[in-house]
Nanobody, 127 residues
Framework: QVHLVESGGGSVQVGGSLRLSCVAS????????LAWFRQAPQKEREAVGA????????HVADSVKDRAIISIDNHVKTIYLQMNSLKPEDTGMYYC????????????????????WGQGTRVTVSS
């Protein structure tokens, strides 16, 4: 399995910004799909975005497409989630996930297609 470690979460005021990081290891130099998901209290887990580490192709969920950017630094095998104009509804646990390219190709934002998960980093947006 791919080992994933998230960081960068914390408490921020409404309208502020955060940059989350996910360091991936344990998969050599093969291309994989890395993604961000989040889960708010009493809500289902939802996708934020994903990136193909080989091609750089990204997908961003419609709910955050105007405020979120997914990027990658292949040299250090790290993906980032830059979120701006944060709202109270952005509060929750943010998880990094990894999956095979072919297993995630049809729906890169479907959590069931990923087989490796990090422990998560918490984001709290205060109002």
């Amino acid at each position: 399995q791919v080992h994933l470690v998230e960081s960068g979460g914390g408490s921020v005021q409404v309208g502020g910004s955060l940059r989350l990081s996910c360091v991936a290891s344990g998969y050599g130099n093969d291309a994989i799909r890395l993604a961000w998901f989040r889960q708010a209290p009493q809500k289902e887990r939802e996708a934020v975005g994903a990136v193909n580490t080989g091609s750089g192709l990204t997908h961003v969920a419609d709910s955050v497409k105007d405020r979120a950017i997914i990027s990658i630094d292949n040299h250090v095998k790290t993906i980032y989630l830059q979120m701006n104009s944060l709202k109270p509804e952005d509060t929750g646990m943010y998880y990094c996930a990894a999956g095979r390219i072919w297993a995630t190709a049809n729906d890169p934002l479907n959590s069931s297609n990923y087989n490796s998960w990090g422990q998560g980093t918490r984001v709290t947006v205060s109002s």
